[in-house]
């Protein structure tokens, strides 16, 4: 998980926040993180196996809601 955090970060998608610094931020929600696997193609066409980081964004919070809610 952490390489694909990584990968997340260096691409502009995730920026990690410590809990310290999240709680600083008003109304802050958060989501659970998980890993599936996943079939991909390589630059030859054949299918290979991939792990992709999911973010479970219908996961309700402190208030019942999703974030996508």
């Avoid at 260096?10 to 990690?16: A, E, G, T, V, Y």
């Avoid at 999240?22 to 054949?46: H, N, R, V, Y």
């Amino acid at each position: 998980m952490k390489t694909l955090i990584e990968e997340d970060v260096i691409h502009d998608f995730s920026l990690p926040l410590t809990v310290e610094c999240t709680m600083k931020i008003p109304q802050a929600l958060a989501a659970p993180l998980g890993i599936i696997e996943q079939e991909s193609i390589d630059e030859l066409g054949q299918i290979t196996k991939k792990d992709h980081m999911t973010h479970d964004q219908t996961f309700p919070g402190p208030s019942g809601l999703s974030v996508n809610k």
